[in-house]
Nanobody, 120 residues
Framework: QVQLVESGGGLVQAGGSLRLSCTAS????????MDWYRQAPGKQREFVAR???????NYAESVKGRFAISRDSAKNTAYLQMNSLKPEDTAVYYC??????????????WGQGTQVTVSS
């Protein structure tokens, strides 16, 4: 019912930067929280960053000071600016949103993921 299209992943050298984007479309009335998670091979999916509809942000300690989440509510898009990337940031990054559907239900959705690879 909600489709999330992610982009911006790729290969970057340690110390470099990438910006991920996530755009939501489909049968929803509004988007509440917009989150980024990541999953490295053999590991659990972990929280990276969150931005609420009011603009409040939260970050995992491992990315604090290096990553910045933002949103353009008019475009239903979230961004993750990733600076000072480290090899340990290598993972598939997933966008997740909580949407209020046109049916008035409240449901979370996940994007397909975008690969971020940081070389040493």
């Amino acid at each position: 019912q909600v489709q999330l299209v992610e982009s911006g992943g790729g290969l970057v050298q340690a110390g470099g930067s990438l910006r991920l984007s996530c755009t939501a479309s489909g049968g929803f009335f509004a988007i509440n929280d917009m989150d980024w998670y990541r999953q490295a091979p053999g590991k659990q999916r972990e929280f990276v960053a969150r931005i609420t509809s009011g603009g409040n942000t939260n970050y995992a300690e491992s990315v604090k000071g290096r990553f910045a989440i933002s949103r353009d509510s008019a475009k239903n898009t979230a961004y993750l600016q990733m600076n000072s990337l480290k090899p340990e940031d290598t993972a598939v990054y997933y966008c997740s949103v909580e949407a209020i559907l046109v049916s008035r239900s409240r449901t979370s959705y996940w994007g397909q993921g975008t690969q971020v690879t940081v070389s040493s």
